[in-house]
């Protein structure tokens, strides 16, 4: 069972490149999201999704855009690279449940734009 | 302005020793209070979790222990490990809330020395 799997692992960008971060899960969840990890600032939302074909903005969404044409599948783009957005990206999903719920999260991108 | 806040940044405790992380949130209408554990170059995993309709939950040498009128909740580790070294984040979401959004704490750097 891969669980959430998140492409590529590394990546280094110059600024003003654009790329997309892809994340896929078998675990038929209805929730996605996308976060980024900086040191000391925990791990802040930047987007996530409730369900196919529906997106919204988290805490962080500016610079990013997202989609999510299929259930198991979460991209995160980058229109325009900046070194601001230097940072570690992990893909999220979990099930969902209006009680105690578990995210399950990918293994990271460590983005560097240079 | 975040949230949680989680304190401290870091703690070194010895093996058999007790590591405290404490947690702070602002939102009272946060009703599901998880902590995650991330080891190097992973991804964090849930670790314990409560409702703010217990005041303490124990699972093995791990225990949260909550206090909803100071809007506090701590992770103690009992019996430290060498093992357990790693990084722990508090979170805080409303379950009702759609998308079960994670609020996540600063982080806590924790070594265990042996």
């Known amino acids: 069972n891969a669980g959430v799997t998140q492409t590529p692992k590394f990546r280094v960008l110059k600024t003003g490149q654009s790329m997309t971060l892809l994340c896929a899960q078998d675990?038929?969840?209805?929730?996605m999201y996308w976060y980024r990890q900086d040191p000391g600032m925990g791990l802040r939302l930047i987007h996530y999704?409730?369900?196919?074909?529906?997106?919204a903005k988290g805490e962080v969404p500016d610079g990013y855009n997202v989609s999510r044409l299929k259930k198991q599948n979460f991209l995160l783009g980058l229109e325009s690279a900046a070194p601001s957005q230097t940072s570690v990206y992990f893909c999220?999903?979990?099930?969902?449940?209006?009680?105690?719920?578990?995210?399950?999260f990918g293994q990271g991108t460590r983005l560097t734009v240079v | 302005q975040q949230q949680v806040k989680q304190s401290p940044q870091s703690l070194i405790v010895q093996k058999g020793g007790i590591s405290i992380i404490n947690c702070a949130y602002e939102?009272?209408?946060?009703?599901?209070f998880p902590w995650y554990q991330q080891f190097p170059g992973k991804g964090p995993a849930l670790l314990i979790a409560?409702?703010?309709?217990?005041s303490e939950k124990k699972e093995g040498r791990f225990t949260i222990s909550f206090n909803k009128s100071a809007k506090q909740f701590s992770l103690h580790i009992m019996d430290s490990q060498p093992g357990d070294s790693a990084t722990y984040f508090c979170?805080?979401?409303?379950?009702?809330?759609?998308?079960?959004?994670?609020?996540f704490g600063g982080g806590t750097r924790v070594l265990v020395k042996p």
């Open positions: 999704s409730v369900g196919e074909g529906t997106t």
């Open positions: 999220a999903s979990s099930p969902r449940n209006r009680g105690v719920t578990e995210a399950f």
């Open positions: 409560i409702r703010p309709d217990v």
């Open positions: 939102n009272t209408a946060f009703d599901y």
């Open positions: 675990m038929n969840h209805e929730y």
């Open positions: 979170a805080a979401s409303m379950v009702r809330a759609a998308g079960n959004k994670l609020t």
